[in-house]
């Protein structure tokens, strides 16, 4: 070595101070200079440096955001909002293939023996059963970071809501394009499951996120056999008709109302959900 940095340019690099070049010829020296870097230890201070390791590390063990953890942010969304939103557990791969998978095999079964019911009878409980699985301890593994987001309980769960119906909604509406020869009578699930999700959100402030679809759910199935049981005809069920389509928009509104009165109910659990059963 016939020179190595000078001892003011050394304290500068320690301090992050150092302009180029002599930031870029101080780099490469010290890379081969045994003897400047120990001089570089000796003159930086200790505490900085290991604040600087903390910010390292803490950089390093920092989650990669997903794409579409990306496309929200760059949409508007808050980061915190689109790191819920990706990590619904409905909004995973396995989850929606499955739907997809469900819908595709009930769409062909209606096409072979021609009984629409049976994929209106369907359709609108995917919804149902998604928002179910996408809040609250007993179902959601990442329910503790949801938890310490600065959220109101009320305010993850509509937000949850809509980003599920939205996939549910979408899966659904391409299952009815496959469905053309039906008409309007192949969207007449849109309403009920409107209706089956408003329902089961505003059983859960009191029932819990489980219970609360689960008898929702089994409301809808029950009145679907009675109905389809006492049938004298072929024709299409009350709920699939002017008059069910009327009602089931008429339940949407009263249950939207009783689910904005108990939006407070959401806040009031432990670990700022609700439990998964018992009232208030």
Known sequence: MTW????????????????????WSADTHLTRCAQCRARLTAAADPVALDAGWERLDAELDAPRPSLTERLLVRMGVADHTARLLTATPVLRRSWLLSVL??????????????????????APLLPLAGVALSYGPALDPT??????APLHGFRLLMIRTVAVLTAGLALNGMATLALPGYGLMALAWLLPALALTTTGLALSARLGPVLAPALVGGAWLTLLVVLQTQAHTAGTLAPFTVLGQSAAAGVTVVAALLLYQARDRFDARPMGGFAAGGTA
Do not use: C, I, N
């Not at 190595?4 to 930031?23: N, T």
């Not at 329910?143 to 310490?148: G, H, L, R």
């Open 4 to 23: 190595h940095v000078a001892e003011d340019d050394l304290r500068a690099y320690a301090l992050g101070e150092l302009a180029p070049p002599l930031l």
């Open 143 to 148: 329910y503790e970071m949801a938890v310490v």
């Open 101 to 122: 998978f469900l819908l595709v095999m009930t769409v062909l079964a209606v096409r072979v023996a021609d009984v629409p019911s049976l994929f209106l009878a369907l």
